[in-house]
């Protein structure tokens, strides 16, 4: 028997750190005011990049003032077992991805969250369309997402005297093993 991720190249990476590098490397910031955040994920190949993003998911925003930043962070994995008219055991999974933006300004947080979903729609990921992996060059094992776009909360103030703005939202990474008998 043998047990095989769909469409994925190379060796597994996290979904975090996927998304980090398909929404920055899709990022317009012709959209956002010329602005293009800091784009962090925990499990990132550039290891200030994790560090930074380990600071942030423990809420210590202090020392980042002044700077955009968009945090990639899963959350939950879920498992659904299905089976093919070949034959074929499909391990169907979803991986959820918690997406947080720090901005300075509501506004700015808004043209953010805009552009996310505008990278959704215009790069949905199908069989003919593949999402790569970090390094740019390698399909990931993301056969599509259960949402075409992100909700993102309300806002909230967190730092009156710089980056202020924190808005998160979820995208739901579907993938699915293999298993042949």
Same mark, same amino acid.
């Given at each position: 028997m043998t047990i095989e991720t769909s469409y994925l190249v190379g060796d597994p990476e996290p979904f975090d750190e996927t998304l980090r590098y398909y929404f920055s490397s899709n990022w317009d910031d012709s959209k956002t005011n010329d602005v293009t955040p800091v784009f962090l994920s925990p499990h990132g190949k550039d290891s200030e990049a994790a560090n930074l993003a380990k600071e942030i998911s423990q809420a210590d925003i202090k020392g980042l003032k002044a700077k955009a930043l968009i945090l990639f962070e899963t959350t939950e994995n879920r498992l659904d077992l299905q089976r093919s008219s070949a034959g074929k055991l499909r391990n169907g999974k979803a991986s959820v991805v918690q997406i947080t933006i720090y901005s300075r300004t509501k506004h700015e947080g808004f043209l953010f969250a805009e552009q996310i979903n505008d990278i959704i729609q215009? +790069?949905?990921? +199908? #069989?003919? #369309?593949?999402?790569?992996?970090s390094g740019g060059s390698q399909d990931s094992a993301i056969v599509s997402f259960e949402e075409k776009g992100v909700t993102f909360s309300e806002p909230l103030v967190q730092d009156k005297e710089g980056l202020v703005y924190v808005s998160s939202g979820f995208l739901t990474c579907q993938w699915q093993k293999v298993k042949t008998s």
């Amino acid at each position: 028997m043998t047990i095989e991720t769909s469409y994925l190249v190379g060796d597994p990476e996290p979904f975090d750190e996927t998304l980090r590098y398909y929404f920055s490397s899709n990022w317009d910031d012709s959209k956002t005011n010329d602005v293009t955040p800091v784009f962090l994920s925990p499990h990132g190949k550039d290891s200030e990049a994790a560090n930074l993003a380990k600071e942030i998911s423990q809420a210590d925003i202090k020392g980042l003032k002044a700077k955009a930043l968009i945090l990639f962070e899963t959350t939950e994995n879920r498992l659904d077992l299905q089976r093919s008219s070949a034959g074929k055991l499909r391990n169907g999974k979803a991986s959820v991805v918690q997406i947080t933006i720090y901005s300075r300004t509501k506004h700015e947080g808004f043209l953010f969250a805009e552009q996310i979903n505008d990278i959704i729609q215009d +790069n949905y990921p +199908n #069989t003919a #369309t593949r999402i790569k992996k970090s390094g740019g060059s390698q399909d990931s094992a993301i056969v599509s997402f259960e949402e075409k776009g992100v909700t993102f909360s309300e806002p909230l103030v967190q730092d009156k005297e710089g980056l202020v703005y924190v808005s998160s939202g979820f995208l739901t990474c579907q993938w699915q093993k293999v298993k042949t008998s």
